[in-house]
């Protein structure tokens, strides 16, 4: 478990803020509890800094994890985020889409959001960019990436994807035996 | 007129030793409307006594017209009739009268040409009056027309350049040679004067044709004896002294005063109250005019309204008679108005004032209610009977003399002196505008229409006349039923504000918000234009490939021939006639109109936010109307104004009152055709958010703070209250789509705030209201009172975070309501007591029970306005009177908030019968406290509540 280099940091913190933008301080800089991003086996953990601090005496193979994952770096030194950041996400997200019911399972599948499903979406989402996949309820399905601006999307026709997926909650099932 | 009516009076008879001579039409009309012409041509080269020469070469004596009128009815006879013989006659008469005549009522006449010069030659210079010259083109034309041969027009022209050219003195003769040299005229306006009948609409030919009949318009009366005066073809010699004659008095004619004595125009000029500057140069003319004046003395004729040239008269109570008559009976009199005028633009700011207001009166009264238009050379030509006759000079006369009394009003405006605030009420200019305005109100069908809305929008930079203007737009705007003055009003003041570089007073544009188009238009009218477009370009793309394919006729139309399409033609124009003659307001035409107001309005609206400087007093104006026409404003525009307003919200310098107008524009907007596509606001849900924290924190008004004296003591809220009166409006507005929770939560909670930090207990009534409506729309609020433990929501709540997402209010803790329940002000304890109990999860089990209605927000500002109670306080038998009305009640209770308080009281108690005490008393309170609630519900509640007598079945049970 180590604190992340520079360029990991940078190469993180541009993932994420695809997604919660500015509001990156607001995890870090949390005045009741300050929380850290800690490297551990090529994953990021957002942890309290108290909780870092005790878990600093166990060693490297007998630590499996430690705080929320935020994802992963891959061989390439890419990062790629994972379902478990959905929370901290979800508070956080800039842009946000909301799928209508029966838009639901179709993404808890692994698939896109498409028009046909869309409830909602944050008023100037741009392209290419990350948002947070909601069901109508306001409860936090997964995250993905814009394919197209919200005034684009609005000519768009109903098979169109709106969304690529990126992570869903179904992974907690689906993903059980990794 | 003043000056005919001198005349008149010098001579006993407005004999003028010229007439209008150039109109050898044979309608020599000395009024403005024949002379306009002529002044126009001559115009660029002469001066104004030039005018008058022409006018002096008229042919046509006293005898003649009478003669001419006598025959009227047989043209063909005259035809016959030798020319020469005529045009003889009538130099006979002339030289028998000429002692007769004085140079006054020349003078007169000639005043007024020159008046009319004048004023034609405004109208023709200024944009102002788009209109004008086509009327005066008109105009001329029905005198013109019929008798006149367009080669005798040119030759009034021709005459107008020689004498424009020539000398006064000497060139009389030349004058005379032409009129001779013609020799058909003399013969033309002869037989012209015969075909009158045909004419009549021009005052001329009337004043010709009728000396004797007694329903003769005034004009006309006065237009005669200055015709007669003067034969220019009889009398070569003399014909040039009388040409000289009229300059001199037309020089003078300018005084207010009537010159009295007949002979002498120098003496006349000295008597007159106001010598005018031209008089000098015409002195040697006037002396010629008194020696013809002497030579040939005018036939004095009797007029009905010499009286009015009476010397005695006061020019007021001349003024007063002139309208007073022609109010009487507009259609014969309305020549008088005519002598009005020439108080109105003489110098006498005193008789120019009550000529100004006179003329107001006489022309609301005598405007008709139809358009007058112009009449065709068919229509002319056209015999037609008596009355119409008369109809139509009146009408003629009524437009000539209603555009110079325009004209003369905008030029008034226009003197008035440029630094701001100098007009008063009691100036000229300020009575001018007013009268435009009463006009416009009046009578908007009118002709010149768009020239006194011209002339109003002009105005609108003046600080000092906004507010009449406004007022008179708002009042046209509301009444307005079809739509196009509206159109053409809004059209003018838009072009007014972009010209005024956004400077100007917010009213102008709040007056928009008055137009009817407001609630008689709906999206779909706009969006159908824009569908329009969009097929007929690809139809014509369409059209074009097929055209370059191949030939063919499908797509048009089917196939019609000739004797069809004919009749198609005239089938339309029956039905145009028809629908014209119905006088109902199409739809179609006033969605037409509009549409092109709602483009001109959406045009400032835009202009002014991208254009105007962001503290600029017009940007609330322009927010509050854009909220009102959210619902028209078409999708396309969407992109562009929520980035404008976006840029709007980001701007710390922008007002509070501003941003949550902001915040309720978007919602509107999408509201409509923004259900095409969710959006979701987080950007304005985040300004609302941010903005009542700063209603919380800012400090409040005091309580004898006197920021209201801007609102003349009305109970509109003010400061603080104001813009939470506004942030409840746009919570209402926000509330109304689907927002996410936690964002509700979090406004739930700042909105708490904002009630326990104000002051006015009407601003917390209205805030508790606004709590409990939300409360009851969602039921997730009630978490926020529970204990933490018991919460789902963890993390701690950001009271200091301006982004409800981040807030994470559902950690929250109002104890807000607690403090309310200890308020100084016993309703707001009630309230708060009420909103606690409800949301406390004892209340939950009591599912089936009526949520807490206090009264609508809207109403709790007013009723517990607190500057208003400090100057009235309530009788207290009255309140609870009006407050506890549930039957039995009365008695039984002090007053609401004690029932409530007392319910708060008995919370502990856990027995049934406390329960339904409790509830009972509770719903008292809140009943009490909103009036709203129905009769019958209050009905409905009470027998609930009340306890239940012991039932019939227990009773029989005790007694079996």
């Not at chain 2, 001329?140 to 030759?155: A, F």
Request: hydrophobic share 35%; glycine share 6%.
């Amino acid at each position: 478990m180590r604190p992340l280099t520079e360029d990991e940091t940078k190469t993180f913190f541009e993932k994420l803020a695809k997604y919660i933008g500015k509001n990156i301080t607001q995890l870090i800089d949390r005045p009741d509890d300050p929380h850290c991003f800690r490297l551990h086996k090529d994953r990021v953990y957002y942890v309290s800094e108290s909780l870092m601090r005790r878990a600093v005496c166990i060693g490297r193979d007998e630590l499996i994890a430690l705080g929320a994952c935020f994802g992963k770096f891959t061989k390439s030194g890419q990062f790629r985020l994972a379902i478990t950041a959905l929370d901290h996400l979800a508070q956080y997200a800039k842009y946000k889409v909301w799928v209508k019911p029966n838009g639901e399972m179709p993404f808890l599948y692994g698939n896109h959001v498409l028009k046909a499903h869309l409830g909602r979406i944050s008023d100037d989402t741009p392209e290419h960019t990350g948002v947070v996949v909601f069901n109508m309820s306001d409860i936090p399905l997964g995250f993905g990436v814009t394919a197209k601006s919200t005034s684009e999307t609005r000519k768009m026709d109903p098979t169109a994807i709106v969304a690529y997926h990126q992570a869903d909650v179904g992974e907690y099932i689906r993903s059980i035996e990794e | 007129m003043a000056k005919k009516g001198a005349h008149s009076a010098k001579g006993g008879r407005p004999a003028a030793p010229r007439r209008g001579g150039p109109t050898a039409n044979g309608k020599p009309n000395t009024n403005g409307k024949t002379s306009k012409k002529p002044a126009d041509k001559k115009k660029p080269a002469t001066s104004f006594a030039i005018p008058d020469t022409e006018v002096d070469s008229d042919i046509l004596s006293d005898e003649d017209l009478q003669f001419l009128e006598d025959n009227a009815e047989y043209a063909q006879m005259v035809a016959g009739i030798d020319v020469n013989a005529i045009t003889k006659k009538p130099s006979k008469d002339k030289l028998k009268k000429q002692p007769r005549p004085k140079p006054a009522p020349v003078a007169a006449a000639a005043n007024d040409d020159s008046d009319d010069d004048d004023i034609d030659a405004k109208i023709l210079s200024s944009a102002i009056i788009a209109e004008s010259s086509d009327d005066d083109d008109e105009i001329h034309q029905d005198l013109v027309e019929g008798s006149e041969d367009e080669g005798e027009d040119d030759m009034d022209a021709d005459l107008d350049a020689t004498l424009a050219d020539t000398d006064e003195d000497g060139d009389m003769s030349e004058l005379d040679e032409t009129n001779i040299d013609v020799g058909a005229i003399p013969s033309d306006i002869e037989s012209s004067e015969f075909d009158s009948d045909d004419e009549d609409d021009n005052r001329a030919a009337a004043s010709s044709s009728d000396d004797d009949s007694s329903d003769e318009d005034d004009d006309l009366r006065y237009i005669k004896p200055l015709k007669k005066t003067p034969r220019p073809a009889g009398s070569d010699d003399e014909e040039p002294d009388w040409e000289k004659t009229p300059r001199a008095v037309k020089a003078e004619a300018t005084v207010a005063k009537l010159p009295i004595k007949s002979a002498d125009g120098r003496v006349i000029r000295v008597v007159s109250d106001e010598p005018v500057a031209a008089v000098a140069d015409n002195e040697d003319e006037n002396e010629a005019a008194a020696a013809q004046a002497k030579k040939k003395p005018a036939l004095p004729k009797p007029s009905p309204h010499d009286d009015l040239d009476d010397d005695g008269l006061h020019p007021l109570e001349r003024i007063a008679q002139a309208c007073q008559r022609v109010i009487e009976d507009p259609e014969s009199n309305i020549g008088l108005v005519q002598r009005v005028h020439e108080y109105l633009v003489g110098r006498n700011a005193q008789y120019a004032k009550v000529a100004l207001v006179s003329l107001l009166q006489v022309y609301l009264d005598v405007i008709p209610g139809y358009r007058i238009h112009e009449l065709t050379e068919a229509q002319k030509a056209e015999k037609v009977s008596k009355d119409v006759k008369k109809l139509r000079n009146f009408e003629s006369t009524l437009l000539a003399n209603y555009q110079k009394y325009l004209v003369a009003l905008d030029k008034k405006i226009k003197e008035a002196p440029a630094q701001r605030g100098a007009i008063r009420e009691a100036d000229m200019a300020y009575l001018a505008v007013t009268a435009f305005c009463k006009l416009l109100q009046t009578h908007p069908h009118f002709n010149f229409r768009l020239n006194i809305l011209n002339a109003l929008s002009k105005r609108l930079t003046r600080t000092e006349l906004v507010g009449v203007i406004v007022d008179t737009l708002r009042d046209v705007f509301r009444r307005d039923e079809e739509g196009q003055v509206s159109s053409e009003a809004v059209r003018l003041v838009a072009k007014a504000i972009k010209g005024g570089g956004y400077r100007c007073d917010p009213r102008v544009v709040r007056v928009f918000a008055h137009l009817r188009l407001k609630h008689e238009m709906t999206l779909e009218d706009v969006l159908k234009k824009a569908n329009r477009g969009k097929p007929s370009a690809e139809a014509r793309k369409a059209a074009a490939n097929a055209a370059a394919k191949k030939p063919t006729r499908k797509g048009k139309d089917p196939f019609v021939n000739k004797k069809q399409r004919k009749s198609m033609k005239r089938q339309l124009e029956v039905e145009k006639e028809l629908k014209e003659s119905e006088a109902v307001v199409s739809l179609e035409d006033r969605k037409k109109h509009h549409r092109v107001t709602l483009e001109h309005v959406f045009l400032t609206y835009f202009r002014v936010l991208k254009g105007a400087a962001r503290d600029s007093p017009l940007i609330p104006a322009v927010l509050e109307g854009l909220s009102l026409f959210a619902h028209l404003i078409s999708i396309e525009f969407f992109q562009s104004l929520f980035a404008v307003f976006k840029s709007y919200l980001a701007d710390p310098n922008v007002r509070a009152a501003s941003k949550l107008r902001i915040v309720s524009t978007a919602h509107r907007v999408l509201s409509g055709q923004g259900q095409l596509l969710n959006l979701d606001l987080a950007d304005f849900y985040g300004t609302l958010y941010a903005v009542l924290g700063d209603l919380a924190l800012r400090v409040p008004a005091s309580l004898f703070d006197d920021d209201d004296a801007g609102h003349g003591g009305s109970n509109a809220p003010t400061g603080v209250d104001a813009d939470v009166h506004i942030a409840l409006e746009v919570l209402d507005e926000v509330l109304k789509r689907k927002v996410p929770q936690p964002i509700v939560t979090a406004l739930f909670v700042r909105l708490v705030r904002v009630s326990a930090a104000a002051t006015n207990p009407g601003t917390v009534m209205a805030c508790l209201a606004t709590a409990a409506t939300m409360t009851a729309k969602f039921g997730f609020l009630r978490t926020v009172l529970d204990a933490p433990s018991d919460r789902p929501a963890s993390g701690r709540f950001e009271p200091y975070a301006d982004d409800p997402q981040i807030a994470n209010a559902a950690a929250a803790a109002p104890y807000d309501f607690a403090l309310l329940t200890h308020h100084w002000h016993p309703d707001v304890r009630a309230a708060a007591t009420a909103i606690t109990h409800d949301l406390s999860p004892a209340a939950l089990a009591h599912t089936d029970r009526a949520r807490p209605r206090l009264m609508p927000w809207t109403d709790c500002f007013a009723r517990w306005d607190w500057r208003a109670s400090l100057r009235w306080v309530p009788d207290w038998e009255t309140i609870e009177a009006s407050m506890a009305e549930g039957p039995g009640r009365k008695n039984r209770r002090k007053s609401p908030m004690a029932s409530a308080k007392r319910a708060a009281e008995d919370d502990d108690g856990d027995g049934k019968a406390t329960k339904r005490k409790r509830r009972e008393d509770h719903l008292a309170g809140l009943e009490g406290l909103n009036p709203h609630v129905s009769a019958e519900r209050k009905r409905k509640l009470s027998q609930r509540n009340r306890p239940k007598p012991p039932s019939k079945r227990k009773r029989k049970n005790r007694s079996g």
